[in-house]
């Protein structure tokens, strides 16, 4: 059983991102981030909810 709140991602939500393994999907805004889970609305796929524990954004 994981703890959400054991883990807290350094991004905010404003912020410019980039997914190192899907460049194009294009900058992305940080909608939120709440614990591990950050929800991404990119240029060219919309809204996308990540895990910051496996996927390390890139700030742009």
Do not use: C, K
């Given at each position: 059983?994981?703890?959400?709140?054991?883990?807290?991602?350094?991004?905010?939500?404003?912020?410019?991102?980039?997914?190192?393994?899907?460049?194009?999907?294009?900058?992305?805004?940080?909608?939120?981030?709440?614990?591990?889970?950050?929800?991404?609305?990119?240029?060219?796929?919309?809204k996308?909810?990540?895990?910051?524990?496996?996927?390390?954004?890139?700030?742009?």
């Open positions: 059983m994981s703890d959400q709140s054991a883990f807290r991602s350094f991004l905010e939500p404003g912020q410019w991102v980039m997914h190192p393994d899907h460049p194009e999907w294009g900058p992305g805004q940080v909608q939120s981030a709440i614990g591990s889970r950050v929800t991404v609305n990119f240029e060219h796929v919309g996308i909810m990540l895990d910051a524990r496996i996927i390390e954004l890139v700030v742009i």
